[in-house]
């Protein structure tokens, strides 16, 4: 999250070492290679990486339902046979995956 938070903060040229936890590890790891990049701190650094966090955890569900959902190939021959049968194998599996994995 480190990487996304310093650009975040409008950095486009640095290097990071590490994934610093605190002031003295984010000073010792974190080098601007170029002027016209903004001058930031640990102080600005440090909540933009919490609320990186946030919402990559937020997003959770989304990440658990992408990786169970029938595959697009078979979610069409799903959607094919229920018109032709009549029936709703198609919308039953997604509502499984959207129940087994809630948004809360």
Not at 20 to 38: A, G, Q
Not at 98 to 103: A, F, H, T
């Amino acid at each position: 999250m480190i990487i996304e938070a310093i650009r975040e903060l409008g950095v486009k040229e640095f290097v990071c070492d590490s994934s610093p936890d605190t002031e003295e590890t984010f000073n010792r790891s974190y080098k601007s290679l170029s002027e016209d990049n903004p001058k930031i701190t640990w102080e600005e650094v440090s909540p933009m990486i919490k609320n990186l966090q946030a919402e990559y955890d937020a997003q959770e569900y989304a990440r658990d339902r992408a990786s169970t959902y029938p595959s697009i190939g078979d979610q069409l021959d799903m959607q094919y046979h229920d018109q032709l049968d009549g029936t709703t194998t198609w919308k039953d599996a997604i509502a499984k995956v959207k129940s087994d994995n809630p948004k809360e």
